[in-house]
């Protein structure tokens, strides 16, 4: 909402800087998002008035204009169709600062020469002195300003740009933003007049208002002036309306216009010759009903929809916009002027269903009340006739079903205690009430006051709204400021959020960068996780307004994101990408919210970067995942099983199932070739993915305990076998640790190719002796390493390789 | 005597010669300057040798012992000059690239969200959550925004494809986190003091400003005489420990259906100090949060009575932290995954 400054002090008086009131407006809930000073630049600008026009000599379309300023005469050169002799216009002398007319830049005017004339300073356009963006022509000033005064002393204003609440629709206009101003700076609201004179016939020979909705139509009001004359208006209201964002129309437009920015309240203008058969119906839209819209578009509508009908057609969509037949031109001479109050539900419905909003809908749609309807018709009444001539008839139709009274709210000082921490007497808090028009009746019996809400005070309705107000008027700035004094809660809150971080901290550690992509996609993109082309497992959530094709579908796999952002960074050339996800998974269940399953998705590219100097970089493998993998449960104190098994996205022969305590906790393996092409990644690519919730409820379980590390030392001795190729190296590795004192035992060589036989391996394993209470001998370790390689020969046929 | 004297100290001058390491110098200082050295057994014995061969013997013998040391240290000298000499010919280029270490790191927006939630965590507030597919009632009603209220039009909203039996389309995208107080306070008692984080969704076309997945974090205590003041000081703590002891606040009116009073906080711009500058539009403050004292009717609603009982709730956008931290100029850049901004963080 824009409020010139000027105008806001029709109605109250303001003697602070303009500056302080912003920032006063804006604590206390009116935000001014923007200051607009017009003049502030005029330093060198006065009013003149034109003298002479005489032809340039060297140029057709300039003209050279000499300029009264009181003590003197200058002549400038000018390029403007509308210059006239006699016309007072705004002049800037050498040194003005302008917008100029073109780039919109701020320029200081220098003496110039135009096609060899000397221009001795300027006659300016709006938009040169940025009061609109109008440059058609020069400003043509009212002929009452004095020749030589500063421009400023007549022109210049302030206007804030105001972000008002939708609680607040009474401030969609000048009046509500006045009262404002009045209460927090404690000066004086003024109302303006609203009489006129009625020399009409009685209104009731003119039209009869019929409400068939009354449950959408609380009140219609509606006058009629007669013998009007459609012109232009006043200089003043053309220069309000452009200042608030409005484009002038004509007078009878205007004042609708200017009534609706000054009170809130959308007013429509019939051309009461349109109305066919004296008769103004509210009613709902017939189910397919068409009408012509002000804006010249044919219009559907339905039963959802409040009508304005005359007798026999639709002649407006309530509360939206007029219909274009009964639209004011400039042969109209008789105005049906309608102030109405629509239920701002079917306001707001119908805005958004047909695609139209008007200035008249957003104010109808935030509420107002119907109290303001009568009060705005008579201030337009009023102006109307002032500024159209013509005569008002007699009485006013006011039909008004939906009349509701407000009830008095209590407010005491223990409630402004309770809720703001601050210790406020009645008697204060009744002040600073009654600085905004609210009527306070202390009650001697109950200690409080009871609070008659006024009627444009829609958002009031209970206690803790009244305190809000006490805090807006005391200021914000000057509530206590105090720490919580409140005994703190029990129980332990959300642990996934805990577990969660210790989760992302360790893949941190093991090399990971964390990503976070979208929920929504395509069924397109989910079925390229499944190189068939054909996902199955449960159907995707759809959206019902889906913002576009690529985001209709709650993701039901993690696995789409993170090979999505490999690729777009493989693209850019990165290498030795790891990435991790953490993220919900939507499963749909009958009649309820999804299941939201908290995943974890990693991936490991196989593009090892450019050579080290001081040696060869490795490519990743299955094994690189899988020791992620090893390391994260192993920190979250879990013993995982990696059994061969199946998943869609990844190949098969090296997939494995994530398994701890008999539980499938997840996959891991290569990407799918052909998923991998679908997603667009050039190389292999290493794909876990870990159901966090179940991670979650095994480590529940988990209590970690200590162990005693041994005092005594260890002994290390190798052992290199000859195995069938097909015996896993958990097999063996599973024989070895289950002997005594051993405590360790690593693959330390693999090997199958020459100088082994075919179908054999040979495996190489560090095997770590240790006993918790002496020091082995050579005897004992012996020993055990001899009926090792005898059970590794019986239950494998394996033999030492010499 | 005086020729066992002479004898040592040729010998050792001799053995000197050879020593090329700082591990011989010593067993040479053991073995001729030792307490157990022959030398020392000489000077020690002094006292039973007559008056006059003791006078000789003890002169040339302590002679001999500063000739000893003397010689030592020079020895020690040259030993630690020619070792460093030699270090110096195996000199490495320190110049070269170090052994790189793949270092991962967390999304900005986990960063952020973990800041933001550490500080109130050890303000006493527990960590909460909520489904990020939502009930409208959650996510409006109970919130007390029914159906056609003005401030609805606030939260352009997501709607699930799914319909009632009753033909209703009551399944959305949670547009805030606000829910999640409606969630707490149906299932716990005061006090009440709890933070939700999680990602809200918008339908929203997006730019440089607008993303249509983003996250909050919310917060909520409630419990007998909790106060706007209490509001106050606790979050212009936070404020204050998220962007600098010397950050100045802002406290206005505002306005958000399921508070009241209502409230913004911003900060004095970290940019420009207040004066005014691109990042906090002119207008020398920077808005962080959003917050008021829980709507009476809204503690109704979940079984909780605001004439004993009442609270307050705050809410704030997360990425918009980073954003003024950092100076991003982009909120896409977050979602967009390029390890090229993600890495800076």
């Known amino acids: 909402m824009k409020a010139p400054l000027k105008w806001l002090k029709d109605y109250v008086d303001i003697d602070i800087p303009y500056r302080e009131l912003a920032y006063k407006l804006t604590l206390a809930g009116l935000e001014v998002s923007d200051i607009k000073v017009i003049g502030g630049s005029w330093d060198n600008v006065v009013v003149g008035q034109i003298t002479a026009v005489n032809p340039h000599p060297n140029a057709d379309r300039l003209r050279l204009a000499t300029v009264d300023l009181g003590q003197k005469q200058m002549t400038v050169v000018c390029g403007a169709p509308n210059l006239a002799v006699g016309d007072k216009i705004a002049f800037a002398a050498v040194g003005a600062k302008l917008l100029d007319g073109h780039t919109g830049q701020l320029t200081e005017l220098k003496p110039a020469k135009i096609r060899g004339v000397a221009s001795e300073g300027m006659v300016c356009s709006e938009k040169e002195l940025g009061i609109s963006d109008n440059h058609e022509g020069i400003l043509v000033l009212p002929p009452d300003l004095e020749v030589g005064k500063a421009l400023s002393d007549y022109l210049a204003d302030i206007i804030f740009d105001i972000d008002i609440t939708p609680n607040r629709a009474d401030c969609l206009s000048i009046m509500g933003i ?469 998943d869609v996205t990844i190949s098969p022969g090296k997939c494995a199932h994530i398994i701890v305590d008999g539980e499938k906790l997840g996959v891991i393996g290569e990407v799918h070739p052909r998923v991998r092409a679908g997603f667009d990644i050039q190389s292999p690519a290493f794909l876990f993915e870990i159901d966090m919730d179940k991670l979650k409820a095994l480590c529940g379980g988990k209590q970690l305990i200590f162990k005693a590390v041994t005092k005594f030392p260890s002994t290390e001795r190798d052992i290199a076998l000859l195995i069938d190729i097909q015996v896993t190296y958990e097999k063996v590795a599973g024989i070895i640790s289950g002997f005594p004192l051993v405590v360790g035992v690593r693959l330390f060589d693999l090997y199958a190719g020459e100088q082994i036989p075919a179908g054999k391996k040979s495996l190489a394993f560090r095997i770590t002796y240790q006993a918790e209470d002496h020091t082995l001998t050579d005897e004992e370790v012996e020993a055990v390493q001899q009926k090792i390689v005898e059970k590794l020969a019986a239950d494998f046929g394996a033999g030492l390789r010499s | 005597m005086l020729s066992q004297v002479d004898e040592v100290a040729s010998s050792a001058h001799a053995d000197l010669q050879k020593v090329t390491r700082l591990a011989d110098l010593e067993a040479w200082r053991v073995r001729y300057l030792g307490r157990k050295s022959k030398l020392i057994n000489i000077l020690r014995s002094l006292a039973a040798l007559p008056v006059d061969e003791r006078r000789d013997v003890g002169a040339r013998a302590n002679q001999v012992k500063n000739q000893l040391e003397q010689s030592l240290a020079q020895k020690k000298d040259e030993l630690d000059r020619s070792v460093n000499l030699s270090l110096q010919k195996e000199s490495i280029d320190i110049s070269l690239p170090g052994r790189p270490y793949h270092l991962g790191r967390l999304h900005p927006t986990t960063r952020a969200t973990k800041e933001i939630c550490d500080i109130f965590v050890s303000m006493g507030f527990q960590i909460a959550e909520g489904p990020e597919v939502e009930w409208e009632y959650y996510n409006f009603e109970a919130l007390n925004m029914p159906a056609e209220h003005p401030a609805r039009d606030g939260f352009a909203t997501l709607w699930v494809d799914y319909v009632t039996e009753s033909g209703t389309r009551p399944m959305l995208m949670r547009t805030h986190t606000s829910p999640v107080q409606i969630r707490v306070m149906e299932h716990t008692r005061p006090p009440i003091r709890v933070i939700a984080p999680g990602r809200v969704y918008r339908y929203e076309a997006t730019d440089a400003t607008h993303e249509w997945m983003f996250s909050q974090v919310e917060g909520l205590a409630v419990d007998k005489n909790i106060t706007l003041a209490d509001l106050k000081g606790t979050l212009f703590e936070f404020a204050r420990r998220l962007f600098g002891k010397d950050r100045k606040c802002r406290f206005r009116c505002d306005y958000f259906p399921f508070v009241e009073p209502g409230v913004e906080i911003a900060i004095d711009c970290f940019m420009c100090g207040g004066k005014g500058c691109r990042l906090c539009g002119n207008s020398g403050w920077i808005e962080i949060l959003g917050a008021g004292m829980v709507h009476p009717e809204v503690l109704r609603g979940c079984g909780i009575d605001p004439e004993v009982y009442s609270g307050f709730a705050f809410g704030m956008g997360v990425e918009r932290i980073p954003i003024l931290k950092y100076g991003i100029d982009d909120i896409r850049l977050f979602y967009g995954n390029d390890l090229r901004f993600l890495r800076q963080f």
């Open chain 1, 178 to 646: 006045a009262r404002e101003v009045a209460a927090i700076t404690g000066k004086e609201f003024r109302l303006p007049d609203l009489s006129y004179k009625e020399s009409g016939k009685e209104i009731g020979s003119y039209a009869a208002v019929e409400i068939k909705a009354p449950d959408l139509c609380p009140r219609y009001c509606a006058s009629v002036i007669d013998g009007i004359k459609i012109g232009p208006s006043p200089k003043w209201m053309q220069d309000r309306l452009l200042a608030c964002g409005m484009r002038p129309i004509s007078n009878i437009v205007d004042v609708t216009n200017y009534v609706m920015l000054e009170f809130g309240q959308p007013l429509h203008a019939f051309d009461y010759r349109e109305i066919r058969g004296k008769k103004i119906i509210v009613r709902r839209a017939a189910e397919g009903e068409v009408m012509y819209t002000l804006d010249q578009v044919e219009r559907k509508f339905s039963s959802d929809h409040l009508m304005i009908a005359d007798a026999e057609r639709a002649v407006a969509v309530a509360g939206i916009m007029g219909g274009l037949s009964s639209e004011v031109t400039p042969g109209t001479t008789v105005i049906l002027l309608e102030s109405a109050n629509f239920n701002q539900a079917v306001i707001h419905k119908g805005s958004l269903n047909l695609k139209l909003s008007s200035e008249a809908s957003t104010r109808f749609e935030k509420g107002l009340n119907p109290e303001l309807a009568l009060i705005a018709l008579k201030r337009a009444t009023q102006l109307m006739a002032d500024l159209g001539g013509g005569s008002v008839a007699k009485g006013l139709i006011d039909v008004y079903p939906g009349k509701t009274e407000k009830k008095p709210v209590a407010i005491s000082s223990s409630d402004t205690a309770r809720l703001l921490g601050m210790d406020i007497k009645n008697d204060e808090i009744r002040k600073y009430l009654e600085s905004l028009g609210l009527k306070c009746n202390p009650d001697a019996a109950t200690g409080k006051i009871l609070v008659e809400i006024p009627w444009w005070r829609n958002d009031i309705a209970c206690t803790a709204d009244l305190v809000e107000e006490v805090a807006r008027v005391v200021g914000y700035d000057n509530i206590p400021t105090t720490t919580l004094s409140s005994s703190l809660p029990g129980g332990e809150g959300a642990s996934m959020v805990t577990f969660r971080q210790e989760v992302r901290d360790i893949l941190v550690a093991c090399g990971f960068q964390e990503v976070i992509t979208y929920p929504l996609t395509n069924l397109e993109t989910l079925n390229k996780l499944s190189p068939d082309l054909n996902l199955t497992g449960p159907q995707p959530l759809a959206m019902a307004n889906p913002m576009s094709r690529d985001l209709e579908f709650l993701r039901t796999s993690l696995r789409f994101g993170v090979l999505t952002v490999l690729a777009r960074n493989q693209r850019n050339r990165e290498e030795n990408i790891r990435l991790f996800e953490m993220g919900k998974v939507f499963i749909p269940r009958a009649k309820d919210l999804p299941l939201e399953n908290e995943m974890l998705c990693g991936l490991i590219d196989s593009v090892a970067p450019d050579a080290y100097w001081a040696g060869k970089a490795e490519m990743a493998d299955f094994y690189s995942a899988k020791g992620a993998v090893e390391a994260l449960l192993s920190r979250m104190g879990l013993q995982a099983v990696f059994q061969a098994g199946e």
